[in-house]
């Protein structure tokens, strides 16, 4: 329960950034906010595989840059698409893709089932990159964007920086809470069950392989969500969004935050971008301070940001170590 | 297409291929044998090109460019492992793949800050500049002979240490069960050490070797770094034998896919790593029959 | 009559190597059959043979009839047919309660029941408290299954393996390494299993063995050498030769 | 913990914003490649940008230079982020950037959602003064089709070849640096026999060289940039083609790169808008400048920077160092008549510089200007409705 509120607090908090004076509130920094709130939805949706349920994809940007590319595909070109039906063609694209893939990528297991996910999305990646209908190599417009009209009215007007980011804040706690929720269900104990021993699962009954490709769709639609939240708020799309960088960022905001808690993957995703943007203003060699801080918190933090940071109040032992 | 330009096509299939098993011999090493999950490996190839560079134009000569840089390899690589590497082993895989990830920016911004972001060539020594005659008016760089051969030395080598003498099968045996094998009174971690920097070396000979054909520009070291990781898999990882066919294998897809099948090349291989995997999900060869 | 479980000519094959070579036997409700044989007899094997957990080279496995032989682990599991692991095989860090409701969860799973928390699953919980009484486990429920004692962890094993409410229950060495005073109690829950399982136990210690089962097989090099009533096992030559060794033969050898 | 990360990095940014109050000060926004393979590619266009500026005193219709720089990695997937820097957190009067086309398709999208001046010093990318032309969007360099289009004429006419194969990296920059190069080559009577690609950014060569070999074409165009245009290079030659079948190419083939090519690119003959040893005035007394403040060779880049400022200026003057009165700036800039290092220089309906393709030939270490290949080529600008 006390993990709830801290939840409930730091989303309230966050939810105040708009309305803070000038220097603060700026257009730039509810812009920036979107971007961090979004990347940690993607990495919170990377977190319910790789920490949740053992399944370490290199290759979940695919997922994220499909749902990018159905908006920039669906979106009218002369006028602001629908939101509802654009976000759910989004997200339901990217759980398709997920399903596809993981229907085949699940034979494979540890390092190589990490190379097979790797190498779907860079199918994914040429496809997109090689086809002049998707806007070829240099990318694709989103001219407006999409609006929510609930019986007419307009629910949000994402064209407001403060109402998108209040957009992009709803999202990410819908994330949280929805992931939250799975995670302590019975499907979230199976996952956790499969990540310490999927074989042990398997001789109590349960069939690993659709619980896998279960967490692997739902880890796609929420990677959707992040990437309809991106396209929308930039209004471009390009191949890149596909690339093995992509999801190999995402994979390191895990890592970095701490495995197996939704807390990690906030706290990785805030850190790993808020850094590298502070670093590069600092200095044209950022690259050098990025690459110390990652070296260094993998050398004195072994369990990830996050996880040291528990390592530091662990006042009682964790009894129940189901991820929160 | 008529005969000779096809034995040309199985010529170059079979040179690149050769050319991707030199790459990805380090890695072979570091991850196929020792289970690191080593993302540096590209680093490691750039720094080899840029010291074939800077050490070619200071000492006037390849062959000696090539001792030195092979020296200085070996040095690096075994500090690297004592400094970064010698407490990840007992570590899950991802705390590998996080700091391996931190040494790639690390080694891009020191070559930006060291030898700048010009683009620059590496000289074919010239005993090696001519080139051999061959169908359509066509001459092939005696140059890519010597890498080939370079490949099949390597290549043969390693098969021989891993497989034929007992270094090889400790080490072998070190991979499998890391604490048994210190319990044998075998002191692991110097031995560790020392098929790192071996590890190390040969993508730095890779570098150096392939620089005066790849040239040296920024950002070559990331363009490498996938390819490797699919030959070591496809292969089967630590299987010496698995890695050397699956860079044929990837020699002769890459090649025949850009003359037959242009508009898919460049997802060829990777369509080729998926089949394999869902055919095979441990890869060709098991490590047991490398 | 049909058997709870039977095999008939169960067969696999590593290469040439016939680990089990033909091996017929069956199970029979409240009855406990037991397994016994020197190591390398095939044993384990067979065990994940029956369990599904290794494919048949050839042969037949049947569950009440039913002709189970192709069915996967997890679907034998679902039927009824549940094992234990010789070498602890357990969710070393979730809790001890949290292991036999997981298990238990197998038979009741409801995944789509997303809003409900797994805490609160009345069914698995209570299925799960009675397995841990029933092994001697009611009081480390909190406890982590890492911070066990061996002993505690062998419980646990076979307390996950009733938590899925099985009918026929194959348990490997499940007193492999136990002190005496622990054996008894298992002992004591073995006789309880009978009356509602149908027990196969595979097991070194002859005490225990003889001491419970109704029926026992010997196998030697992957097949059986003989299969009856404790007490014709006992006086069976060919087992004792088997096991002891015959002086004559190596004196004439 | 996210609270107190965001509060910070706003103190940071806090004195930027004050500075804005002034405004006798331009605020320039240069988001170039300062990282990755472009790396060298950026410095220049900077380089050539800041010459200029010091060239006025500093300062620009009477107002002073200020600098806001952003590394866009040349990763399309940060651009519009990073372009946000500069326009939203900076509050920059003008956007200069970039080399990478995906990048400049969104820092061209950023500028126009918020009517920002944007001057592009490189990227090629047809569309940015075709279809996605604006009035707030200018370009100092070139459109691929323009180097592209005088190389297929030269090819056809001055070479007198009846066939050529085409070969590029199959990405938007190649495709339209091929169209180009088919459309002059086949108006002249010439004939594209193949066109090959090769995945970006793969870079073994050997299987097309066989092809073409095979083929036998009278003539080559292709188009690489940075590292893969030194190893194409390198590889036409080692394969023997170079004396059979001529290379030829747009100026990026051997601008920048003929140290690491060294003889294999020995006489080629390439087609740009600028040559190392253009005999005017301006070019001389701009390289001497500029090796005197860099210690460096300029190149092309340096000189579409540098270019990219004199634009500016035009516009500045002609709204009296004003820019809030943003019809004067673009008129400013559309009617400039730049005196450029690469010769005279105007601007087209949609922004694209129209100026001299020259022939050059790889001479030594530098590319010499033979001759003028088209006089004042203006790009085609399809699809541009401004």
Known sequence: ?324 | MDLTTFLIQCLNSVQYGLLLFLVASGLTLIFGIMGVINLAHGSFYMVGAYMAFTLASLTGSFALALLLGLVLAVVFGYLLEWVFFSFLYEREHLQQVLMTYGLILVFEELRSLIVGDDVHGVAVPAWLAGGVPIGHDMSYPVYRLFISAVCLAVALGMYLLLKKTRLGMTIRAGSVNREMVQSLGVNITLLYRLVFAGGVALAVLAGMIAAPVSSVYPGMGAQVLIICFVVVVIGGIGSVKGALVAALLIGFVDTFGKVFWQQAAGALVYLLMAAILLWRPEGLFKPSQS | MSFALEARGVTRRFGALAAVDGVSLALQQQRIHAVIGTNGAGKSTLVNLLSGELPLSAGQVLLHGQDISRWSQPRRAAAGLNRSYQRNNVFLPLSVRENCRLAAQARRPAPWKVWERAERCEYSNRIADEAMERCGLAAAGDRLAASLSHGQKRQLEVAMCLATQPRVVLLDEPLAGMGAEESQRMLALLRTLREDHAVLLIEHDMDAVFAVADTITVMVNGSVLASSLPEDVRRNPQVQHAYLGGEQEDADG | MTRIRLTALALAALTAAAAHAQSDKIKVGLMLPYTGTYAALGTAIENGFKLYVEEQGGKLGGKTIEYFRVDDESDPSKAVENANKLVKRDNVDVLVGTVHSGVAMAMAKVAKDNNTLLIVPNAGADAITGPLCSPNIFRSSFSNWQPAYAMGLVAAERQKHKTAVTITWKYAAGDESVKGFKEGFESKGGKVLKELNVPFPNVEFQALLTEIAATKPEAVYAFFAGGGAVKFVKDYAAAGLKDKIPLYGPGFLTDGTLEAQGAAASGMLTTLHYGDDIATQKNKQFRLAYAKTYKLQPDVYAVQGYDAAQLLAAGIKAAAGDLTKRDAVVKGMEQAKLDSPRGAMTLSKAHNPVQDVYLRQVDGQSNKAISVAVKQLADPARGCKM
């Open chain 1, 1 to 324: 329960m006390k993990t709830r509120i801290a939840w409930i607090a730091a989303f309230a908090l966050l939810a105040l950034l708009p309305g803070l004076p000038e220097p603060i509130g700026t257009a730039f920094h509810l812009e920036l906010g979107a971007q961090v709130l979004t990347m940690a939805i993607f990495a919170l949706s990377l977190q319910l595989l790789v920490g949740c349920t053992g399944l370490v994809s290199l290759g979940h940007a695919a997922y994220f840059g499909a749902a990018a590319y159905v908006v920039a595909m669906l979106a009218p070109q002369s006028e602001a698409g629908n939101g509802w039906w654009l976000l759910a063609a989004s997200v339901g694209g990217a759980a398709l893709l997920a399903l596809l893939i993981g229907l085949l990528v699940m034979r494979t297991r540890g390092v190589y089932f990490i190379m097979v996910t790797l190498a779907f999305a860079q199918l994914v990646y040429f496809v997109v990159h090689d086809t002049s209908g998707f806007g070829g190599s240099d990318g694709a417009y989103i001219y407006f964007r999409p609006e929510f009209r609930l019986g007419g009215a307009l629910l949000f007007d994402l064209q407001k920086p403060a109402h998108f980011y209040w957009f992009t804040l709803a999202s990410c706690g819908l994330t949280v809470s929805g992931l939250g929720m799975v995670l302590r269900s019975r499907l979230g104990h199976a996952f956790a069950g499969i990540r310490h021993n999927e074989q042990r699962m398997r001789a109590a009954g349960f069939p690993t392989v659709a619980y896998k490709l279960a967490s692997f769709v739902i880890a796609g639609g929420f990677a959707g969500l992040a990437g309809f939240l991106y396209a929308v708020r930039n209004g471009f799309v390009n191949p890149e969004i596909l690339s093995w960088h992509q999801s190999g960022n995402a994979l390191l905001m895990v890592i970095l935050g701490g495995l197996g808690s939704l807390a990690g993957a906030m706290a990785g995703a805030v850190s790993f971008v808020l850094l590298s943007e502070w670093f590069q203003s600092l200095t044209k060699h950022w690259q050098l301070l990025m690459g110390g801080f990652i070296i260094g918190s993998v050398a004195l933090l072994p369990h990830g940001l996050v996880g040291g940071f528990r390592a530091l109040r662990r006042t009682r032992p964790a009894a129940r170590e189901i991820a929160r």
